[in-house]
């Protein structure tokens, strides 16, 4: 087993005859704390979509938990992210969408963690106010606490601080 939680090696992703990504050699021990920094179309999000799964490297390999490429739809229910915005459903409550992503994850009886973290991220006073009618802010901090329901061993942000006061 590799002492690295997330291995990228000559990871890449071209766009016609654009690299987005070039090459990108990372290394990530359990425990740390990774952030990108960069300019707008840099490709940090780019790479972040790879590690999730949503879109697939033009070359280069991901190493996670030990698992590689085909490998990795075996532990991809060990990843949580919040990439661009959070998909939330907007005639439903802060409470339900958690309550509904509880349910996709098999969670058993999840009321306490969902409040927990309608509490944690500053929502705990309007969990049951309709989706639509959030801020950008309130809307960012439910993605945050739906990355963070089920508890992931590897979370992944893309901006998370995009939009809060």
């Known amino acids: 087993m590799s002492e690295y939680l997330l291995a990228t ?16 050699d990372l290394h990530v ?6 952030g990108f920094i960069g300019r707008n179309g840099a490709g940090k999000t780019t ?15 991901i190493e996670m938990f030990g698992y590689k490429n085909a490998q990795l739809k075996n ?8 990439i661009e915005s959070p998909g939330l459903y907007g005639s439903m409550s802060a409470t339900d969408n958690l309550m509904m992503k509880a349910l996709a ?20 006073s309007v969990g ?15 993605g945050l606490a739906l990355a963070l329901l089920g508890s992931p061993d590897l979370l992944l942000l893309d901006e998370p601080l995009n939009g809060l006061d």
């Open 105 to 124: 994850l098999g969670l058993a009886d999840p009321k306490d963690k969902v409040h927990g973290l309608l509490d944690l991220t500053g929502l705990g």
């Open 75 to 82: 532990v991809r229910s060990r990843i949580s992210c919040l």
């Open 128 to 142: 049951s106010k309709a989706t639509k009618n959030f801020s950008m802010g309130m809307k960012q901090r439910l």
């Open 29 to 34: 021990k359990k425990g740390s704390i990774y």
């Open 47 to 61: 790479f972040l979509k790879m590690i999730s799964g949503l879109s697939q490297p033009t070359s280069g390999e």
């Open 9 to 24: 090696h000559g990871l890449t992703k071209q766009f016609g005859h654009h690299k987005a990504v070039d090459h990108v």
